[in-house]
């Protein structure tokens, strides 16, 4: 692609990036999604009737808009003129978002799109049980006193019990929190080792923050009690091992992963523009960054650790763009936990796993720490589901272009054994 007429991203934005159920829990994902989109549209300076499709990532849809593309496109007051698809890859839907988008640009079904996510945690409800449910469905077909009485016999008070949402994988019942505890054993990776990483995001993130790098595409939100936010809520300067070191693990008595080295509930949006290059020189727009290659995988969460897909999907991500390990300037890992970071760079520098797990001679590459998360990550920063993958793209790209290199590599670990991974190249 780097020869072709290129696929680039124009302009993005995002919202910033609260701990749930604070002060965006009376806005709907939405509203969220449409602040988004509609700040990236303001932000290109474009006619919005261009935009031929938007996809949207989200892993906790509201029961009554599933299609939340469609929603958060219709409370943005863009045309309705524009198609929208709801996508669910997990932690990683909004970069699979911009894969899709990319791919429908490439094969000339569309020209212009919009690529992004949101999650609203505060607004997840409350489930009733599958006895509950046909309860009560039931109860709508019953015709006659004698029917009533017969269905009431019937009626148990744990109908009245709902069940509080949560996040298992159907395959081993297991949380994601828990799956990460133990690949830390695994891979061998200290609860030390893990609250300074989370440390050191929480340090460069906050940084990022006071020296303004946000507010190349971090946009404000008016709350419906008039408040605005206009910063993550989540970071924290003062922060410190001794801090850490005092909160006890989550998932397990004997586990290394605390409230402190893990990403927290989060609601947020983010959006990204893409288009060819020559669309957008047509334009008059100039671009951030180049989509250089994209590549996902899957494991068998039977056998291997859930979260170490990425190490799965990195060596084709690096030969679709025609880049090596070491050409990369920055790298950016979706930090879930402080400890599947880790792990995944244990592999990503293991000649035992290049060898017995992707049939590579050597390792994939030696980890250097300072490419890493440069303005911190998920664990500070926050992680909406859906939104994480194009607030990646978003900060890999200005991260670059501030820094004045060239490439990028981003990569997210996924519910189910999944893994994505892209390769960017930011224009000056």
């Keep these: 692609m780097a020869n072709q007429d290129r696929i680039v991203v124009v302009t993005g934005a995002r919202t910033p990036f609260v701990r749930a159920r604070s002060v965006f829990q009376k806005l709907p994902p939405s509203t969220l999604g449409g602040v ?8 290109s300076g474009i006619d919005p009737k261009l935009i031929d499709e938007v996809y949207f990532g989200i892993v906790s849809p509201p029961p009554e808009g599933s299609n939340i593309a469609r ?28 894969a899709g988008i990319t791919a429908k640009i490439i094969a000339d079904q569309i020209d212009i799109g919009i690529a992004g996510g949101v999650e609203s945690i505060s607004s997840v409800q409350a489930l009733f049980s599958k006895e509950a449910t046909d309860f009560f469905m039931g109860l709508q077909k019953v015709k006659g006193l004698p029917g009533a009485i017969n269905a009431a016999s019937h009626f148990s008070p744990k109908y009245f019990m709902p069940q509080a949402p949560g996040i298992k994988e159907p395959t081993t019942g297991m949380t994601m929190g828990q799956s990460g505890d133990l690949m830390t054993r695994t891979f061998k990776v200290s609860r ?23 507010n190349s595409h971090v946009v404000p939100v008016a709350t419906p009690d008039g408040k605005v936010i206009a910063k993550d809520t989540d970071v924290r300067g003062d922060s410190s091992l ?3 070191a005092k909160l006890k693990p989550v998932f397990y ?6 409230a402190g080295n893990a990403s927290p509930l989060t609601d947020g949006a983010s959006a990204v523009m893409i288009m060819r290059e020559s669309r957008a020189r047509e334009l008059g727009l100039k671009p951030i960054g180049v989509i250089r290659g994209y590549a996902a995988a899957g494991v068998d969460i039977k056998k291997e650790p859930l979260l170490i897909g990425p190490a799965y999907a990195i060596p084709g991500a690096l030969r679709r763009a ?8 920055i790298l950016e890992f ?30 994939i590459g030696t980890v250097d720490m300072s490419k ?46 999944l893994g994505s991974v892209m390769i960017l190249e930011a224009i000056d």
């Design 242 to 244: 001794e801090k850490l």
């Design 334 to 363: 979706h930090e879930a936990f402080a400890g599947q970071v880790l792990s995944t760079f244990r592999a990503i520098e293991s000649k035992e796993f290049a060898k017995d797990k992707l049939g590579l001679e050597s390792a």
């Design 192 to 214: 030390e080792e893990q609250d300074q990483f989370a440390l050191n995001s929480h340090l460069k993130a906050h940084k990022a923050w006071e020296s303004g790098f946000f």
């Design 253 to 258: 008595k004997d586990g290394s992963i605390t």
């Design 71 to 98: 929603e958060a496109l219709f409370d943005s007051g863009l045309p309705s003129s524009i198609a929208c698809t709801t996508i669910n890859r997990y932690c990683a839907s909004s970069l699979e978002a911009v």
């Design 36 to 43: 988004a989109l509609r700040e990236t549209v303001a932000k």
């Design 372 to 417: 890493v998360n440069q303005s911190g990550g998920s664990i500070p920063i926050g992680h909406p589901f859906g939104a994480t993958g194009t607030r990646m793209v978003l900060q890999t790209l200005y991260q670059l272009r501030q820094a004045k290199k060239s490439l990028g590599l981003i990569s997210i670990c996924a519910a189910g054994g």
């Design 322 to 329: 025609g880049v090596k390990w070491t050409d990369l300037d």
